[in-house]
């Protein structure tokens, strides 16, 4: 049986000012709590040595921390470790619909970072089948970042992953270092942030075979990412899948989150790669937030789906970014599937 590790929805009950304590600074604060998830396997992609905040020489991902804000809107991610100053690619996958995303990367999603997300996708032409993720992970979103240069610089991509293919996905931008604290941050006008912070010299070694773990790292790569921008649904558990990439998103290293099995080595060519035949989840559990709405259909509020409704409905029709009530069925697109569940909820709403 595969274990998956859970972040209870206990995170939901925060307060506000537990929330504003974290700042996306590449350091996982106290208000995250503990761990989510650490590290197991040592790096197959160079153990970092250096100690700056900037460039690097290793990549690894020693743990996640994880905090859901359902009020506020937002998901923070802490993935502890580093990641080598030479344009390797951290990438970030996000299952927060029900019954959508998906399970085996396709190769119509968006074009970003060089088409890097298709480029871990199908291949039917040279029957390649494309990078699948284990049973019951159908990703919905997708994020990815990289970094080099001098001085160093963090760059961000991230991408709806819908189910049919195609969406909204685009460059974030670059990072700017702050002169006083050197805090690498990106602040995009979606309201995606990003930081890293390189200076880990702890955590796994350099050994896939040793005992080494990822316990007491708190610095690596940070996100927050607002929920409207996820697509996420309000109800479903957040899953998270995360790994070290190479600079083409071409050869994936042994660094997962959730961890690989104890002594597997770098996974190389993506597409080539089934989660699901390896023992474990590589992905862990965020507790979802608000009670199912039993009546999602009805968008003005008034208990009743009817006349009023219909109209909302048609006047959101076509493409809808979230957040989106009347997109019924969370596919990004308002159509005759979220007519057709509205009308069958015709009436008075249950309660």
Not at 292 to 297: L, S, T, V, Y
Request: aromatic content about 8%; hydrophobic content about 40%.
């Amino acid at each position: 049986m595969k274990n998956h590790s859970f972040v209870a929805s206990s995170a939901l009950l925060l307060s506000a000012s537990a929330f504003a304590q974290i700042a996306v600074d590449g350091t996982a604060e106290a208000a995250y709590g503990a761990a989510a998830v650490i590290q197991s396997v040592g790096t197959g992609f160079g153990d970092s040595s250096d100690g700056l905040k900037g460039t690097c020489n290793g990549s690894e991902l020693d743990g996640v921390f994880a905090k859901l804000d359902a009020v506020g809107g937002y998901l923070y991610l802490t993935f502890a470790g580093n990641m080598q100053s030479n344009f390797n690619k951290f990438e970030l996958f996000i299952d927060c619909k029900a019954a959508a995303g998906q399970n085996q990367i396709r190769n119509d999603n968006p074009d970003v970072d060089f088409n890097g997300l298709n480029r871990m996708g199908a291949d039917p032409v040279n029957a390649i089948p494309g990078l699948r993720f284990d049973t019951g992970f159908a990703s919905d979103f997708y994020f990815t970042c990289t970094g080099g240069n001098a001085p160093y610089t963090l760059y961000a991509n991230y991408a709806q992953m819908l189910t049919n293919g195609g969406g909204v996905g685009e460059y974030i931008g670059n990072s700017v270092t702050d002169p006083t604290t050197g805090v690498i941050q990106i602040n995009a006008a979606n309201g995606i942030q990003a930081a890293i912070n390189n200076s880990n010299i702890a955590g796994v070694d350099g050994n896939p075979s040793g005992s080494s773990t990822g316990a007491g790292v708190v610095t690596g790569i940070e996100v927050r990412i607002p929920t409207s921008v996820l697509g996420w649904d309000g109800t479903s558990p957040i899953k998270v899948c995360a790994f070290i990439n190479g600079g083409s998103h071409d050869y994936a290293s042994n660094q997962f989150i959730s961890p690989l099995p104890a002594g597997y080595g770098n996974l190389g060519e993506p597409r080539l790669i089934d989660l699901s035949v390896i023992p474990g989840d590589q992905f862990f559990l965020i507790g979802g937030g608000t009670p199912p709405n039993p009546c999602p259909a009805d968008l003005d509020g008034d208990h009743i789906v009817s006349g009023a409704d219909l109209g909302l409905l048609l006047g959101a029709w076509g493409v809808c970014a979230p957040p989106c009530a009347a997109d019924l069925d969370h596919d990004g697109i308002v159509s005759g599937a979220d007519l057709g569940q509205l009308l069958g909820a015709w009436g008075q709403c249950p309660g």
